[in-house]
């Protein structure tokens, strides 16, 4: 309970400096023994899902937040310090008068025109002229709760009575094979789940000097690699020896690298923050990227659109990266575009829908600039994320009552909402949303995906497992792949929200060639673990309910034979994992929703959270950046079953107008014909005196041009008359 003087201080930074140079020098020994992930296993797919693609200045700033960590425990070992007294001290103390005062990030300054910008920076920052760093990409997440390190600081989450069992222990304990279908869904519903996920929220592993990914397994014999051989960002999963599924294949490891830290702009002592490597908000920038780098390497610099390349019959397809040498040659604003072919269709369709766009703009204002063009394309394109996510997205996964309770419902036709920066708070992604809650949409995703050909009837020989495709998109360019699965997305049933899972991602998540894979749900334990994100009952109190002393209090909110699975997980009610206890839950959702009461609480927080603290907003007026009235109206009519009509291979010509619900022509959302599903009306962009909050997107060109001809034209009128006159 010792006060620190300076004098700990400085040792304690001594020390962690002392740390991470051995760190170093381990990691070139690891590199030059190979001791990195090889193309072909799982843990390389895994790596192209969670690994680390930030410039040099990112990984040199993690490398900081790493030596400010390691000092943090090397104090609070020397103070004997309680868990809970570093979390409460450590942060207290600042890093001013020690050698690391320069290792912390420099605070970010707008440009001044940034007082009326218009349209998003592509890092995330400055949306928050008092906060330009809230949102930015490369951030820590936010907490909603305190973290529940077990030392406090950094040590994985750990039970106070008995030690966690293996997340590999609780994945086969608890998680059913696949049954329960959301019958009222379409698989769409899974998919636009995973798009957003991408566009908010992306926690990078740890990767050593040179890019790579440390090997945390011995990947010969499938067991723990030896104790000098690694590296100290492995957390690798323990499997059984009898295990179930993997004994067959004498697999007692599963590779698992902790993720990136990062420091906050407070500069001091503090426990780890994981990193969002790319930005907060819902920016489009699964679509965009999150970089300026990224956006440049993402656009054409033509008529505003978006690159792409081309099917041998015309069609637009992502772009293909240069020099790319296996089946994930596809690129767009993020990494993980192509991790399944559904997937990859819809960022397909969302590239497609941004071209179509620009086109049609630039049709309208041939006089706009590129970057006009393309500044203004974009905002639309946002636009249409926010109104599907807000108005179709979540009203199916939460259900009507909670759209209300939580108010998330955007404005109405004819109004706008406001936003006050000097009230507005963080945006940031909540750490226990994406490392954990959220993740429950990951037990909707079906193991065989199903396509239906233009008569809507199943094409049996064309459906395919996942685990086949992950991250391999080369059935995009297959003639009629991309409109049977649209259809198939619009018509196949998700699974439901449960303890129920497909074996693709259990047993063969990223198998590649390989007989076996990994387990998703371990993963994800794994991760809320490392994550340090309290457990299930702590988070229920948060959420106002009560808290379980027993594992038979939560019998109000979980049916009695899962609460026997969790017995079987757990030593303890205290000891659940966050993520597993909203799976539990979401047996029983609640009414008119499709996740429990806790999972609820939490996802419908972070959408507030997300909508109400973004000046960019689509339904934000008396902003710089606002649409006139006519052109949110037309936003509103926008919808995902429209943008699929407009962007398919050409042979998708009907569609339910909700299309995360099942086609079903009794409930009013049988399929139909496309041109009867409304679309927006881009003539609302023509002429930008039509629209004087608009008036910025005419070129400066343009505008010297309406006084330059005219005086010209007076001018020549005035010489000529002389010329006559004389
Ligand atoms: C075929 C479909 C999907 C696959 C194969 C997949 C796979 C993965 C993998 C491998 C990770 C990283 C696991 C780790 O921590 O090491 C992940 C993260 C995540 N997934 Fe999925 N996922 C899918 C769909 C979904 C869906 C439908 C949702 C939600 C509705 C979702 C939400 C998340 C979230 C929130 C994260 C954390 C992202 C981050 O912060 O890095 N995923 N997923």
Redesign the pocket.
């Known amino acids: 309970n010792d006060v620190p003087v300076l004098d700990d201080l400085h040792d304690a930074v001594e020390q962690g400096l002392a740390q991470v140079e051995s760190m170093l020098d381990l990691e070139s020994q690891l590199i030059a023994k190979g001791l990195t992930v090889d193309r072909g296993t799982s843990a390389h797919l895994?790596s192209l899902?969670?690994g680390n693609s930030g410039s040099q200045q990112q990984k040199d700033s993690a490398l900081n937040a790493v030596r400010i960590l390691a000092a943090s425990s090397h104090l609070k070992n020397k103070l004997n310090w309680s868990a809970d007294q570093a979390r409460r001290s450590l942060p207290q103390l600042s890093l001013d008068k020690t050698a690391l005062k320069n290792s912390c990030p420099e605070s970010i300054t707008c440009p001044s025109s940034n007082v009326t910008i218009k349209y998003r920076p592509i890092d995330g920052s400055c949306h928050n002229l008092f906060r330009p760093d809230w949102g930015k990409a490369n951030t820590p997440f936010q907490r909603a709760l305190p973290n529940a390190y077990s030392d406090g600081v950094f040590e994985p989450r750990n039970s106070p009575s008995s030690p966690l069992k293996s997340p590999r222990v609780v994945s086969t304990s608890f998680i059913k094979p696949a049954s329960t279908t959301a019958s009222d869904f379409t698989l769409m519903l899974?998919?636009w789940?995973?798009l957003i996920?991408h566009d908010l929220?992306?926690?990078s592993?740890f990767t050593s000097a040179d890019g790579k990914t440390p090997q945390c397994c011995n990947v010969t014999s499938g067991q723990p690699l030896d104790r000098e051989y690694l590296h100290p960002f492995c957390l690798s999963i323990e499997i059984p020896v009898n295990d179930q599924f993997y004994s067959k294949y004498n697999q007692t490891c599963m590779s698992?690298v902790r993720t990136q830290i990062g420091a906050d702009y407070s500069c001091s002592f503090g426990h780890a923050e994981q990193l969002?490597s790319i930005t907060h908000w819902l920016d489009g920038s699964m679509i965009y990227g999150s970089s300026s780098s990224e956006l440049s390497d993402l656009r054409l610099g033509q008529g505003g659109e978006l690159k792409n390349s081309t099917t041998s019959d015309g069609k637009e397809l992502l772009p293909l990266r240069s020099s790319c040498s296996d089946a994930t040659c596809y690129y767009a604003g993020d990494v993980r575009a192509q991790?399944?072919p559904?997937?990859a269709v819809v960022h397909t369709v969302m590239m497609r829908e941004h071209n179509r766009i620009a086109r049609a703009l630039k049709q309208l204002n041939s006089l706009w600039s590129e970057e006009v063009l393309f500044q203004e394309t974009r905002s639309i394109v946002i636009a249409e994320l926010h109104h599907i996510t807000y108005t179709e997205y979540l009203p199916a996964m939460l259900g009507e009552q909670a759209m209300r309770d939580y108010n998330l419902n955007p404005s109405a036709t004819d109004a706008y909402s406001t936003y006050d920066e000097t009230t507005a708070r963080d945006p940031s992604v909540w750490n226990e949303?994406?490392?954990a809650v959220?993740?429950?949409?990951?037990s909707?995703?079906q193991g065989t995906l199903v396509l239906y050909n233009a008569s809507d009837d199943q094409v049996p020989d064309q459906s395919f497992t996942?685990s086949s495709y992950?991250f391999d998109a080369s059935k995009l360019p297959q003639p009629g792949f991309i409109d049977n699965a649209i259809r198939g997305l619009t018509k196949q049933m998700p699974l439901a929200i449960n303890a129920e899972y497909t074996s693709q991602?259990t047993n063969y998540?990223?198998k590649g060639s390989n007989p076996y894979g990994m387990d998703?749900v371990a993963?994800?334990v794994q991760?809320g673990r490392e994550h340090g994100i309290p457990d299930y009952n702590t988070v229920r109190v948060f959420c106002g309910f009560p808290k379980a002393n027993t594992f038979d209090d939560l019998a109000s909110e979980i049916d009695q034979a899962t609460i026997n699975s969790l017995k079987n997980a757990y030593d303890s009610v205290d000891d659940i994992d966050l993520y597993i206890g909203c799976l539990a839950e979401s047996a029983q959702p609640v009414n008119g929703s499709l996740l429990g009461p806790t999972g609820l609480c939490v996802v419908a927080k972070q959408f507030a959270v997300t909508k109400n603290n973004d000046r960019f907003f689509y339904d934000v007026g008396n902003q710089p950046n606002s649409f006139t009235m006519v052109q949110l109206n037309e936003i509103r009519k926008t919808s995902l079953a429209r943008i699929l009509c407009d962007n398919n291979n050409g042979d998708v010509s009907t569609m339910q107008p909700k299309a995360f619900r099942a086609p079903d022509a009794t409930s009013n959302n049988g399929r139909q014909p496309c041109s009867s599903i409304p679309s927006i009306n881009l003539t609302a962009w023509k002429d930008a005196k039509a629209s004087p909050n608009k008036a910025s997107v005419v070129a400066p060109s343009v505008l010297l041009a309406f006084i330059f001809i005219p005086s010209l034209l007076m001018y020549i009128f005035i010489i000529d008359t002389q010329d006559h006159q004389c």
Do not use: C, P, W, Y
Request: aromatic share 14%.
């Open positions: 895994h899902m969670v899974m998919t789940g995973q996920t929220t992306k926690a592993s698992f969002n991790e399944n559904q997937l949303f994406a490392a959220f993740r429950v949409g990951h909707q995703v996942l992950f991602l998540l990223f998703l993963l994800n991760r």
